[in-house]
């Protein structure tokens, strides 16, 4: 079962990652694909693949349930693993890079309830600062939010800010944001009733508000703003399976929703706020549908 | 890992799947007894909160009840009409009693629905059909089994005759896929399957050995023939798997447990997970496909006696022990060592951290001596279950395109029968269709070459005559002598001009007397300035402007007939210029001088301004039209935006893309315009500008600018980023009724790779302190004097001014003698008169302030 694909900065490989405890990369150019790399490492099923930015050259993620979260990279003729964390206790189920402001910055989110913030410092070597019980029984999503804090855009030079939402177990969504060097929960978003499976904070395009979406195992998918203070929240849509994923377009106006009925659904909103579905894709159905793997 | 704790020697029910928030009821068990010998029963609810770090959990209902129990049940019976569902509880004397959980958790003391004692001997059996919940059913000594309707519990129904020799039903249960298969099983070893249609038991498994004693049965939650039988004979400890297509002995034996199983569940979650506990003190996770433990649990040194999974949340499992504790645990694993600096933790802050003997210092942090954790770190089970399995996933790749299409690629499992085929789609989203064919249309004849062509069907097809209009006028941009050209569309004959030409110098020189004698109002100036400029007679043409007092537009004309009618043109503006307005021009005019040739193109986009001025927008399309002659898309974009913000976005495409491919020389000036005209587009696509105003909606071109912004840095193309940068200005500003404009300029400073640099100032020399002194002042005393917003711009604008006359004057590059004097050239003349104006300007209006000069 292949758990995750996600294409790179310039849409030219894919990467993905399956049961099989394997990372297959592929180039995907005009429509072709062919297997560049074939990455062993994991003992376990391999949840996430997440891509740095391309300014950082051709690094990747992985986590899986063997408790490791490697960072690949693409050398002069082959990957290889140039680091590998075995800070969790469970199943790391999600990674996400922080904005390429910071440098090279990964968060992991882990079935421990823990979730693990890496940095690699200037000499090369990675330190990791590790959030414990962030989730009871488990994180099942972490996802980075803008680097510039929206409360900052008025004053004469920017802000920057590390933060992150995170989805876990508890029902909860969690916002994290570093402090004098210390991750801070700062704030507890309630509104599903069962396992949030994932988060999603959307791009950042400018305006002065923060958008998050959340999606649950209980079918609800929510949208959570926030201008500054408080985040408020508004139902998408009660699916009638578990929503699995979450994404936003790169512009932070569509969102994919991927449900357990193997549906993908595309939302935009419209001019008076209100979500409207524009495109309902079924995985089986190849209309529409480019090439396939 | 351990989550939650309960002292209570009690059965358990988890609330149902449907349910939330997840509770849990404890009712004492019977035939348990502790030190204390209290033989009081009670039926609690518990609520889970996972969020609470500590390992109590917090009660929320509790009644007292007569009897205890041998086994608890929480069906969802009830539960569509918004309460909890019911509570089920089997005790001793044949005793089934049903509970309201609502009322329980409403603290209501009468909470019993019903109650039976028909059974005979303590009701150890109990089991809710998963497909009807209303129908239980119910098994106790003497062979009996009643099968219940929680609607009608009076009478209960048999599922056929008792079977003989009669024994003690130990456990029963409903088939997970067939809702009319019942199972018992009796604690001599024998399992009965019932059909309740036939009303007969179908087929009777034994193994033969005589040695099994069951004390749990399952059936598989997928597969319909397929059921557990689990041994509480400690010679025996083991678990069975019976196929009942092939009921002669056990599929398979899982051997594991050293004494006997006191009790299984298996997992609705994941059907690959069994758990058993055994006298052995361990509680086991079991593949029961494969027969391989999982997991074991980290348990106490105490028999469990009841376990069970949480319906809702599949990760969490209760298990009852003799010890008397009720534990929550997870099969995911985590650290125990952070959980165990969490109690200290919780203890050391409910002492309070305050300074109690005021001494000045907080207590420091509580030191607990910590019980020694042997195995800090439960591992997860060993094969990830189902539920953490994700099948599908889209997701949005980065790459982007600017003709409104985004790739989106998706990933997931297709289920193909037995053997499953995995497949990644890649996969475009198109939003805006329309567009993006048209714009391949023009790429195309772009390509080709075939620009005119492609302009010459478009004006073939177009049937507005707006439309006609503007493909007409592009069509002519390519044509290789545009000006005769341009000048046949309007309807001007060159030829038939150049006789009228000494005939209209005439008539304009004449109506140029009369309005300067009489201030006769004539009619048609501007038709006559427009014949004037027609026929390229600027003097003409300035004449007429400055007799109907249009000083502006007749410094423009004069800046295109040459530097010696400009002169003159100033002179005479100054000799009557009392306004501010016309400097301005004269300073543009100025500027515009140095940096480009002044053509044709300059007149019609100065005309095409004028055009959109005038008349409150009503010659918008006209003034669109002098923009397109004068190839000034920049314009053409706001000028259209602004008329057509209501106007359907296909419209705009017509008058926009096939400028950006005829304009668009390079690739860099047609991304420019590209953006540019993405925004516009945007902004009619969506109706008005009123949501971006309110920061409502997020518009992808921000961040598409955003991105070029950073590419155009990366490639050191500074001048392209800066016109970016300018444009976003513009933008912001012209929503800038309530959105704060400085905020786009401040979202692109990170983006900025060379922050402006700070130069040190060098003192202005000597000679001309006096001259910025005298200055400074000045411009003080006006900004104290002047009270209206627009003074005050125009100090600030003066200020600006003046800083670059200090720049200069430490340049050396321009003596005080020629500031003074009204005799100098080009660039520095703007400084001069500029601020000659300004006072003459302050001076008309204050006088009084500047008497003190």
């Known amino acids: 079962m292949i758990h995750d694909a996600q294409m790179d900065y310039y849409g030219n490989r894919l990467a993905t990652c399956s049961s099989d405890r394997t990372v297959k990369i592929f180039n995907i150019r005009d429509g072709a694909q062919t297997l560049v790399a074939h990455l062993h490492g994991h003992d376990g099923p391999v949840w996430q693949v997440a891509w740095a930015h391309a300014m950082y050259g051709s690094v990747l993620a992985s986590c899986a349930y063997d408790r490791k979260v490697i960072i690949w990279q693409e050398g002069k003729h082959e990957w290889e693993k140039i680091h590998e964390y075995k800070g969790h206790d469970s199943s790391v189920n999600s990674v996400s890079w922080g904005p390429s402001e910071f440098g090279l910055l990964l968060v992991c989110g882990s079935s421990d309830g823990g979730i693990s913030v890496l940095q690699r410092a200037a000499d090369g070597r990675w330190e990791a600062q590790k959030i414990n019980n962030a989730h009871t029984i488990g994180c099942n999503a972490v996802s980075w939010g803008p680097a510039v804090s929206i409360g900052s855009l008025f004053g004469q030079s920017p802000q920057y800010i590390k933060q992150f939402v995170s989805g876990g177990c508890d029902n909860l969504v969690k916002v994290w944001r570093e402090e004098d060097g210390q991750w801070k929960e700062e704030v507890k978003l309630e509104s599903h009733s069962d396992w949030v499976r994932d988060v999603a904070w959307a791009p950042f395009i400018g305006l002065p508000i923060c958008t998050i979406a959340s999606c649950s195992q209980d079918g609800r998918v929510f949208i959570w703003r926030s201008t500054g203070s408080s985040w408020t929240p508004k139902l998408l849509h009660k699916f009638n399976d578990v929503v699995w994923h979450v994404s936003w377009s790169i512009t932070g106006n569509i969102l994919a929703v991927s449900g357990g009925d193997n549906r993908v659904t595309l939302w935009k909103e419209s001019v008076d706020g209100q979500w409207a579905c524009v495109s309902d894709v079924n995985k089986g159905d190849d209309s529409g549908l480019r090439s396939s793997i | ?853």
């Open chain 2, 1 to 853: 890992m351990k989550l939650k704790e309960i002292e209570r020697t009690a059965h358990q029910a988890w609330s149902p799947a449907a349910h939330h928030p997840i509770y849990l009821a404890a009712g004492t068990s019977a035939q348990q007894l502790d030190a204390t010998f209290s033989t009081n029963a009670a039926l609690e609810i518990f609520e889970l909160d996972l969020s609470d770090p500590g390992f109590d959990m917090k009660l929320q209902g509790s009644i007292k009840t007569a009897n205890r129990y041998h086994k608890l049940l929480w069906s969802s019976h009830g539960l569509g009409s918004g309460g909890p569902g019911t509570l089920i509880g089997g005790g001793d004397g044949g005793l089934i009693v049903l509970y309201d959980a609502a009322r329980i958790l409403a603290g209501d003391v009468e909470a019993e629905l019903g109650q039976s004692v028909r059974h005979t001997g303590p009701v150890r059996a109990l089991d809710i059909n998963p497909f009807q919940n209303n129908l239980l059913a119910s098994g106790a000594n003497d062979s009996e089994i009643y099968i219940w309707d929680l609607n009608n519990f009076a009478t209960p129904m048999t599922p056929g005759a008792q079977s003989q020799p009669l024994e003690d039903v130990g456990c029963v249960a409903w088939n997970c896929q067939v809702q009319h298969i019942l199972a018992s099983a009796t604690p001599s070893g024998k399992a009965v399957v019932w059909d309740l249609r036939k009303n007969e038991p179908i087929i009777k498994v034994s193994d033969h050995t005589n040695r099994m004693r069951c004390s749990g049965i399952a059936w598989h939650p997928d597969v319909a023939t397929q059921m557990v039988l689990a041994s509480e004979d400690d010679r025996m400890p083991v678990i069975q798997m019976w196929d009942l297509r092939f009921a002669t002995s056990p599929l398979r034996v899982f051997e594991n447990h050293s004494r006997g199983i006191l009790t299984i569940a298996w997992s609705r979650a994941d059907p690959e997970l069994l758990l058993s506990c055994a006298k052995d003190n361990r509680i086991l996770c079991w593949n029961p496909n494969t027969g391989e433990v999982l997991y074991e649990l980290p348990t106490s040194t105490q028999w469990c006696f009841d376990i069970q999974w949480c319906p809702r949340n599949p990760a969490l499992i209760s298990a009852a022990s003799f010890d008397g504790l009720l534990s929550i645990y997870s099969v995911m694993g985590g650290s125990l060592s952070a959980q165990s600096q969490r109690q200290v933790d919780m203890i050391s802050s409910s002492f309070g951290n305050f300074d109690p003997f005021g001494t000045g210092q907080p207590l420091p942090p509580l030191q607990l001596t910590q019980p020694h954790v042997p195995a800090a770190t439960v591992l997860p089970l060993k094969k990830p279950p189902r539920w953490i399995r994700r099948p599908v996933g889209a997701s949005f790749a980065v790459s982007y395109c600017l003709h409104g299409t985004q790739t989106f690629k998706m990933c997931g499992s297709l289920p193909g029968g037995l053997v499953q085929s995995h497949y990644v789609y890649v996969s475009q989203v198109v939003t805006e269709p329309h567009l993006l064919s048209r714009s391949a249309e023009l790429q195309a004849a772009g390509h080709t070459g075939h620009l005119r062509e492609f302009c010459h069907a478009k004006v073939q097809a177009s049937i507005d005559p707006l439309e006609k209009d503007i493909w007409s006028f592009l069509q002519v941009n390519l044509e290789p002598d545009p000006r005769s050209k341009f000048l046949k569309l309007i309807g001007y004959n060159p030829d038939e001009l150049a006789q009228k030409r000494p005939w209209l110098h005439v008539v304009v020189t004449i109506s140029a007397i009369e309005l300067s004698i009489s201030s006769y109002s004539f009619a048609d100036v501007d038709g006559l300035i427009g014949q004037a400029l027609l026929v390229g007679d600027f003097e003409a043409a300035v004449e007429l402007c400055l007799g109907d007092g249009r000083y502006a537009d007749a410094i423009i004309l004069a800046v295109a007939g040459g530097a010696d009618l400009l002169e003159r043109t100033q002179e005479r503006y100054f000799d009557k210029s009392s306004g501010i307005g016309g400097t301005f021009c004269i300073i543009k005019v100025s500027e515009l001088q140095d940096e480009q040739a002044l053509s044709l193109s300059f007149l019609v986009d100065a005309l095409g301004s004028r055009l959109e001025m005038e008349d409150g927008g009503r010659l918008c399309a006209q003034a669109c039209l002098c923009y397109i002659c004068a190839g000034n898309v920049d314009k053409l974009a706001s000028c259209w935006d602004g008329t057509h913000q209501c106007s359907d976005s296909l419209a705009l495409q017509v008058g926009m893309y096939p400028a950006v491919g005829i304009f668009g020389t390079n690739l860099t000036c047609r991304l420019v315009i590209c953006l540019k005209i993405r925004l516009s587009f945007n902004n009619v696509a969506t109706g008005n500008c009123t949501h971006l105003r309110n920061g409502d909606t997020r518009e992808q071109p921000y961040w598409i600018g955003l991105h070029l912004l950073h590419s155009c840095q990366t490639s050191k193309n500074n001048i392209f980023s800066h016109r970016i940068l300018a444009y976003f200005f513009s933008i912001s500003f012209s929503f800038s009724s309530s959105t704060p404009p400085p905020m786009m300029f401040i979202l692109l400073q990170p983006a900025q790779v060379q922050p402006p640099e700070k130069i040190e100032k060098r003192p202005i020399p000597e000679e001309h302190a006096s001259l910025r002194i005298a200055f400074d002042g000045l411009v003080q005393r006006c900004l104290i004097a002047a009270s209206d917003p627009q003074t005050k711009r125009k100090l600030d604008d003066a200020n600006k001014r003046l800083e670059f006359l200090y720049d200069k004057l430490r340049e050396h590059s321009v003596s005080a003698l020629s500031l003074v004097s009204r005799d100098f050239k080009t660039r520095n003349v703007n400084v001069g008169i500029y601020f000659k104006n300004i006072i003459s300007c302050l001076r008309a209006k204050m006088p009084s302030h500047l008497e003190l000069l």
